[in-house]
């Protein structure tokens, strides 16, 4: 490392001796590891261990429910040149993000003006710049020692609201950027470990709950200055020669690790996986005309593993840019990817590491995951919703992968989905408040190659899986619990089933103005399935809401009458079985603004998904659908007519399987399918005239189409050639 | 061997059926992998299948890209052969789409149910024994996932250092068995 360069040029070299060498900073070999590893590994643990405390502290100085209640926050270690070397637990989704901001600081000549002083202070939230979506603030500061920049330290808090076009900070229904809230553009937002004034008016002036939103700034400064100090005691100790070398080893090593692990593990070749997500938006409560439309957009995976064990992601095929929060930039998808990866390949030392091992082709310009290039203007409120659908393949792609070589403990099905609950209105201490539970924090995880997923205990997005106490959210919104859980077959039917998700019931209580409730889409499908299956398992099912509103329930608690604590049957439900109301709406399409303002004795219904099964479902153990029977974790029409397994409840309400009956049956599913099932040129000779024709093709479905195949020409091509079209047709 | 090739055959036959203590699992999740678990699993699935042909590739749990004389193709567990393992197997299956209300309500009830106007679920079975060998959910237009097209001479000549007897192309053959159809 030269002293005499400026971050700019070191960028440039670093870049250069990448291209020429393959390794990151051309570190061809990793001298302090090799010379010392048991100091290289302890210092490693040490810099997680600050990352860490930060976390802790920041989490705890901040305000919002989602930092103190749900930890959805990050800090990260960075080297002078912005690649980080290594974070805190939490929402590691963003650790490309930040990285990829303090490389931007310096690309824009920063280090000249204003310069990077100790003390100082910058952020960015804007998606044009680099954000992901305006609730999620991007927080770095310099750190120096013995006044020389050796360092970067950055943090990421989700804050309640941003101030979008409708409350909340899952903003899928802004229509376009101009209502994706306050941005903060690149900006230095205070100095000598103060902030600005006119930061916290901005933010007072154009965010509905400023002391949350100034709480968890003040939340990201004490885990930086946290940081900060320890890093100094660190450097002290071990001495800024092996800080500034370690740390640079530590990202060359993590990328070696990702190459390996892909070279060991996997296997060469193309691997295919489509993913669709629905918005089905026509007809319901939107912001703008434009918004008055049903949508799926495709989602599709291409994944190419060379000889050299380099990876490439693709998203030919991906639709347009829609006109909702769900577009998302290259720059935050790579990010996205980076989480993922750290998740199923890469996670011995997580860092920018494996950013270097793989490369995502530039998606093409004006699909929902590269829109500016064509639609300037579009909003990305919540890009993470579809991104997160898109990355349930990554789970599954790898999954098959680890299989091929018998890697089964690493195998992993896909992803579950996403749906957020937002409040916003008055709360029971009579202020206006908005903000999110963290029930989407906590899905099923999805099925293992050895064994069922675990149930609420997982989440994409977050490695901090943690739905908060129920206790705690009461006391944040005017809600109360009255049912927290599993909710039954959630997980998908398979050999083995993804974790289960869970249901919430709340009841809405001590409100005098009301308070409006969002199923608000952070990764959503609602009209189609979650996923597809994976080896043959069912997909898990459609996210739907309930809700109804001016009940009985105040009458029926008076009477001592019974209420509703979970979902119940999927075609007649606890609500409809035991609750009047004037508005009573059980199947609700999602996402959805609900157009009532709750009132108290209201009653939501939230069920949050379980992840994807893998495997053929009449392949599943019998005892252990007797254990979902016995834990009221599958139905008995599931366990009989879809796993095939005969089970009858005895006086002591537990389950017996009937091993004779229970084979029999299996046999007659399998001789089922083969008598119903049809070659499939046979059938390809008559969907192929259907889909010519268009024949029972909802609008979405050929909107997508279209779409798709205007911007992707060679995905178009394929799709004509699969379905024998004429070369000009076109949906 | 490296030091940490250290699990038996019979250990990581344990693994694949599901018989080691959970905490035994997650410390192989931790270690260092073995170098010769591919070879290890070859074994043990190689004994499982009532046929001789040998497996290049496991590629599900029921289907295996395996040497028949000078082709490479792809075959069930139960002996059912779909061909050249570069055309996307589909093509040979069965197929069965749930597409009405009917059909769907043996899967899905109630506010569980997908619309049907949105997408389709397609279940493909191997002719042979049956097996529900993939389910996908795709809007009508959508051609089937070819989930995994390997290079197989790159994956044994590079990778594995024991190259084949013979190099195929690595060339996606789906869209000429599709043209055959037409014609």
Same mark, same amino acid.
């Given at each position: 490392m030269s002293n005499e360069l400026s971050l700019k040029d070191q960028l440039r070299l670093n870049d250069q001796k990448f291209a020429e060498t393959g390794c990151v900073f051309g570190l061809e070999t990793l001298p302090e590891k090799e010379r010392d590893p048991g100091t290289y590994e302890s210092v490693w643990h040490t810099l997680l261990g600050i990352c860490n405390a930060a976390w802790s502290v920041g989490c705890k100085v901040s305000s919002s429910p989602v930092a103190v209640e749900g930890g959805d926050a990050l800090w990260a270690l960075h080297t002078p040149t912005g690649e980080c070397i290594c974070t805190s637990r939490g929402i590691t989704a963003h650790v490309g993000l930040l990285a990829s901001m $303090?490389?931007?600081?310096?690309?824009?000549?920063?280090?000249?003006?204003?310069?990077?002083?100790? @003390?100082?202070?910058?952020?960015?939230?804007?998606?044009?710049?680099?954000?992901?979506?305006?609730?999620?603030?991007?927080? #770095?500061?310099?750190?120096?020692?013995?006044?020389?920049?050796? #360092?970067?330290?950055? #943090?990421?808090?989700? =804050?309640?609201?941003? @101030?979008?076009?409708?409350? @909340?900070?899952?903003?899928?229904?802004?229509?376009?950027?101009?209502?994706?809230?306050?941005?903060?553009?690149?900006?230095?937002?205070?100095?000598?470990?103060?902030?600005?004034?006119?930061?916290?008016?901005?933010?007072?002036?154009?965010?509905?709950?400023?002391?949350?939103?100034? +709480?968890?700034?003040?939340?990201?400064?004490?885990?930086?200055?946290?940081?900060?100090?320890?890093?100094?005691?660190?450097? =002290?100790?071990?001495?800024?020669?092996?800080?500034?070398?370690?740390?640079?080893?530590?990202?060359?090593?993590?990328?070696?690790? =990702?190459?390996?692990? !892909?070279?060991?593990?996997?296997?060469?070749?193309?691997?295919?996986?489509?993913?669709?997500?629905?918005?089905?938006?026509?007809?319901?409560?939107?912001?703008?005309?434009?918004?008055?439309?049903? !949508?799926?957009?495709?989602?599709?995976?291409?994944?190419? !593993?060379?000889?050299?064990? =380099?990876?490439?992601?693709?998203?030919?095929?991906?639709?347009?840019?829609?006109?909702?929060?769900?577009?998302?930039?290259?720059?935050?998808?790579?990010?996205?990817?980076?989480? +993922?990866?750290?998740?199923?390949?890469?996670?011995?030392?997580?860092?920018?590491? #494996?950013?270097?091992?793989?490369?995502?082709?530039?998606?093409?310009?004006?699909?929902?995951?590269?829109?500016?290039p064509v639609d300037y203007f579009a909003a990305c409120g919540l890009g993470w919703a579809p991104t997160v659908m898109w990355l349930t393949s990554l789970y599954e792609v790898t999954g098959r992968l680890y299989h091929m070589r018998g890697f089964v403990e690493e195998m992993s099905a896909g992803a579950a989905t996403t749906m957020a609950a937002e409040w916003s209105g008055e709360n029971q201490y009579g202020n206006y408040t908005v903000g999110l539970t963290l029930e989407q924090a906590s899905n099923g995880s999805p099925a293992r190659g050895i064994g069922d997923g675990e149930p609420a205990a997982w989440c994409i997005f977050t490695a901090n899986a943690d739905f908060g106490n129920a206790e705690i959210t009461e006391l944040y919104y005017p809600i109360m619990y009255l049912g927290r859980n599993m909710q039954p077959d959630s997980g998908g039917y398979g050999k083995f089933r993804g974790g289960m998700g869970h249901t919430t019931i709340w009841m809405v209580k001590n409100t005098d103005g009301g308070i409006n409730y969002t199923a608000a889409c952070s990764g959503i499908r609602s009209k189609i399935t979650g996923n597809h299956g994976m080896y043959g398992a069912y997909p898990t099912m459609p996210d739907r809401i309930s809700y109804a509103h001016n009940t009985n329930i105040k009458a029926l608690i008076d009477d001592?009458?019974?209420? *509703?604590?979970?979902? +119940?049957?999927?075609?007649?439900?606890?609500?409809?079985?035991? !609750?009047?109301?004037?508005?009573?709406?059980?199947?609700?399409?999602?996402? $959805? $603004?609900?157009?009532?303002?709750?009132?108290?004795?209201?009653?939501? *219904?939230?069920?949050?998904?379980?992840?994807?099964?893998?495997?053929?479902?009449?392949?599943?153990?019998?005892?252990?659908?007797?254990?979902?029977?016995?834990?009221?974790?599958?139905?008995?029409?599931?366990?009989?007519?879809?796993n095939g397994v005969i089970a009858h409840k005895d006086n002591n309400n537990e389950w017996t399987v009937d091993d004779a009956a229970t084979s029999d049956r299996r046999q007659a599913i399998l001789d089922a399918r083969k008598a119903r099932g049809v070659p499939f040129k046979e059938w390809w000779l008559q969907e192929s005239k259907k889909v010519l024709a268009k024949e029972d093709m909802h609008e979405a479905v050929t909107d997508m189409w279209r779409s798709s195949m205007s911007l992707s020409p060679h995905y178009a091509a394929e799709l004509r050639s699969f379905w024998n079209l004429p070369d000009d047709f076109e949906f | 061997m490296a030091d940490y090739d250290i699990y038996e055959l019979e250990e990581i036959r344990k693994l694949v059926d599901g018989e080691l203590p959970w905490t035994t699992v997650q410390q192989m999740m931790k270690n260092a992998k073995d170098t010769d678990r591919f070879d290890k699993w070859i074994t043990i699935l190689q004994e499982r299948v009532p046929w001789d042909e040998y497996i290049l590739l496991p590629l599900t749990p029921a289907l295996y890209i395996v040497q028949k004389d000078s082709d490479r193709i792809v075959k069930c567990r139960c002996g059912h052969e779909f061909g050249d393992y570069r055309v996307n197997w589909k093509l040979s299956a069965l197929i069965y789409v749930r597409d009405d209300q009917e059909k769907l309500s043996e899967v899905y009830k109630g506010l569980e149910q997908p619309d049907l106007k949105w997408m389709q679920l397609r279940e493909y079975y191997c002719p042979g024994c049956g097996s529900q060998l993939e389910v996908e959910a795709l809007p009508r237009g959508a051609p089937p996932d070819f989930e995994f097209l390997p290079d197989l001479d790159t994956f044994y000549g590079k990778w594995l250092q024991r190259p084949l007897p013979q190099t195929v192309e690595f060339k996606d053959m789906t869209a000429e068995v599709i043209r055959s159809w037409c014609s």
């Open positions: $303090v490389r931007h600081f310096i690309e824009l000549d920063y280090e000249t003006l204003p310069g990077f002083k100790p @003390g100082d202070i910058f952020e960015n939230n804007d998606p044009h710049f680099g954000g992901i979506h305006c609730p999620d603030f991007d927080t #770095a500061m310099p750190l120096f020692y013995e006044d020389k920049l050796v #360092a970067w330290v950055s #943090a990421v808090t989700h =804050a309640n609201d941003a @101030g979008s076009v409708l409350p @909340g900070s899952i903003s899928f229904m802004n229509p376009d950027c101009f209502s994706d809230g306050v941005p903060v553009t690149m900006e230095k937002i205070g100095e000598n470990d103060k902030l600005y004034p006119w930061y916290e008016m901005r933010m007072k002036s154009r965010t509905r709950t400023p002391e949350w939103v100034m +709480g968890d700034t003040r939340g990201r400064l004490a885990g930086c200055l946290t940081v900060r100090d320890r890093l100094q005691e660190t450097i =002290a100790k071990y001495g800024l020669d092996f800080f500034l070398k370690a740390s640079r080893e530590y990202i060359e090593d993590s990328r070696r690790y =990702a190459v390996s692990r !892909i070279k060991t593990q996997t296997v060469p070749g193309r691997i295919r996986k489509s993913q669709f997500k629905d918005l089905a938006m026509k007809g319901g409560n939107v912001v703008m005309p434009k918004q008055d439309v049903d !949508i799926l957009m495709n989602l599709p995976m291409e994944m190419t !593993i060379d000889e050299n064990a =380099a990876v490439s992601f693709s998203l030919a095929g991906a639709s347009g840019t829609v006109p909702f929060g769900e577009n998302i930039t290259p720059t935050a998808l790579a990010s996205g990817l980076l989480m +993922g990866y750290s998740h199923v390949v890469g996670f011995d030392m997580f860092n920018s590491g #494996a950013t270097y091992a793989m490369k995502l082709q530039e998606p093409p310009g004006g699909t929902w995951c590269n829109p500016f001592q009458k019974p209420l *509703i604590h979970e979902r +119940g049957d999927p075609e007649y439900g606890d609500l409809e079985q035991n !609750i009047k109301a004037e508005i009573l709406e059980a199947n609700v399409v999602v996402p $959805v $603004v609900v157009e009532h303002t709750l009132q108290d004795y209201d009653i939501v *219904i939230n069920p949050i998904s379980g992840s994807q099964a893998m495997g053929d479902p009449v392949e599943r153990d019998p005892e252990m659908v007797r254990q979902d029977l016995d834990t009221g974790l599958t139905r008995n029409w599931v366990a009989e007519g879809i | -």
